[in-house]
């Protein structure tokens, strides 16, 4: 008589884009996928676009309270924590600068402290974010320096990247990711593509809407998450490290641009306005990943980006 093997439990801190689609990965692996969220637990909207809602066990969860969080891991025992919670971007960090070092660093170091207080055996994956790193002549990797905080966003990453660092070094398997530009249909406006194709989508039925845009010339790299998500759960398959998730691919904003209008075959230069207030001080021109050393790791399992600049147009385009 053959003995049912309980699927593993995998725990993922935030219900937000990045892990709704990872949770959706996860399911396909045949893991328990137990998400916390700060919301009311039935109003997870990314998992219900993605049809997953009924198939994961979402918990309320406070991430700065440490007895809950110690009763949470010590009932569930994940084999894997994905923490992916926390505010999303620089713009916002500004507006909520107690929030982001309450959720991207504190949050942080409460999860790694129950850990190893109570010796829980389990893989830890921190979320983090290019914008930690110098950016210099060439491509951001791991061996760029790290940069000098202008942002509570920025500050808040910093300090996650190093603690998990010295939590390397005390034994607790910890997983630094740093992604670049993810995106996704439920991505919201504040994300560059999805601001320009939902606008495109309109001026195509309007032609007196106009795209307003700031620093068009900024070069990033713009990644599809479903390809992101899948590198961020093979690098749990690896030893404790740090690691680069993004495509390699520089792509101008003006470049995304003109895929988007191309698409409905509309002339560009007669729709675009650029505004100041869109332009950000200190904006580091050129953001893109070196991913030499992630397709060398992932080699096993042929991990590669393809969905890239146009395709990534397209795809958003086809699914807002």
């Not at 790193?133 to 920025?154: E, H, Q, T, V, W």
Request: hydrophobic letters at 40%; charged letters at 30%.
């Amino acid at each position: 008589m053959k003995i049912k093997q309980e699927k593993q439990k995998v725990l993922v801190i935030g219900s937000g884009v990045i892990g709704a689609y990872l949770s959706k990965l996860l399911i396909s692996k045949k893991k328990c996928v137990i998400v916390s969220t700060r919301q009311r637990v039935g109003y997870q909207k990314n998992y219900q676009f993605l049809k997953i809602h009924k198939k994961v066990k979402f918990v309320k969860l406070n991430i700065l309270k440490k007895n809950d969080i110690t009763k949470l891991l010590l009932k569930h025992r994940p084999t894997i924590i994905f923490y992916l919670a926390g505010v999303s971007s620089v713009p916002k960090s500004y507006l909520n600068p107690s929030e982001t070092i309450n959720s991207l660093f504190k949050g942080v170091k409460i999860f790694l402290e129950v850990i190893k207080e109570n010796k829980i055996k389990t893989k830890f994956f921190k979320g983090n974010s290019g914008y930690i790193f110098k950016c210099g002549k060439g491509k951001i990797s791991l061996r760029s320096k790290l940069n000098k905080p202008d942002s509570p966003y920025a500050l808040a990453q910093i300090k996650a990247f190093k603690l998990l660092k010295k939590y390397q070094k005390k034994g607790v398997e910890c997983y630094n990711g740093i992604f670049f530009n993810i995106e996704s249909p439920l991505r919201s406006n504040d994300f560059v593509i999805k601001k320009i194709c939902e606008q495109v989508k309109k001026i195509k039925s309007n032609s007196k809407i106009k795209l307003k845009v700031g620093n068009i010339n900024a070069v990033r790299d713009f990644g599809w998450i479903t390809e992101m998500v899948k590198a961020a759960y093979l690098m749990t398959k690896l030893k404790p490290c740090d690691m680069i998730i993004g495509t390699g691919k520089s792509t101008s904003v003006k470049e995304i641009i003109k895929y988007a209008f191309k698409y409905y075959k509309i002339n560009y230069k007669n729709h675009i306005l650029i505004e100041k207030k869109y332009l950000r001080k200190k904006e580091q021109n050129v953001i893109v990943a070196d991913i030499k050393d992630t397709v060398k790791k992932l080699k096993k399992w042929s991990w590669k980006p393809k969905i890239l600049g146009k395709e990534i147009v397209y795809k958003m385009l086809k699914n807002i």
